[in-house]
C-alpha cells in the first residue's frame, strides 16, 4: 500500500495522530508541573522541606503516565 502525500484523507489522519501525541505530552507536563508547584506551595505554608514538592511531582508522574497510556490504549482500541 503506497502513501499518498496529496491525499487528504492520510493528512487529516496525520494530523490527528500528531494533534494526539502532543496533547498527551503536553497533559503529561502539565501534571507533573503542577503536582511540583502544589508541593512546593504546601512546603513553603507548612516548612516541610522539600518532601511535599517530591511527593507532589511524584504524584504528577504517576497521573500523568496514567493518562498517556489511557489515552493509548484508546487510540489502539482497548480502552
Given at each position: 500500500?503506497?502513501?499518498?502525500?496529496?491525499?487528504?484523507?492520510?493528512?487529516?489522519?496525520t494530523?490527528?495522530?500528531?494533534?494526539?501525541?502532543?496533547?498527551?505530552?503536553?497533559?503529561?507536563?502539565?501534571?507533573?508541573?503542577?503536582?511540583?508547584?502544589?508541593?512546593?506551595?504546601?512546603?513553603?505554608?507548612?516548612?516541610?522541606?522539600?518532601?511535599?514538592m517530591l511527593?507532589?511531582?511524584?504524584?504528577?508522574?504517576?497521573i500523568?503516565?496514567?493518562?498517556?497510556?489511557?489515552?493509548?490504549?484508546?487510540?489502539?482500541?482497548?480502552?
Amino acid at each position: 500500500m503506497s502513501v499518498d502525500p496529496t491525499d487528504p484523507d492520510q493528512k487529516q489522519e496525520t494530523a490527528s495522530q500528531w494533534v494526539v501525541a502532543l496533547g498527551a505530552g503536553t497533559e503529561l507536563v502539565v501534571s507533573v508541573l503542577a503536582g511540583f508547584l502544589v508541593g512546593q506551595w504546601l512546603d513553603g505554608k507548612w516548612g516541610t522541606g522539600p518532601w511535599l514538592m517530591l511527593l507532589g511531582a511524584l504524584s504528577g508522574i504517576g497521573i500523568g503516565l496514567y493518562q498517556l497510556i489511557r489515552v493509548s490504549a484508546k487510540r489502539q482500541g482497548r480502552g
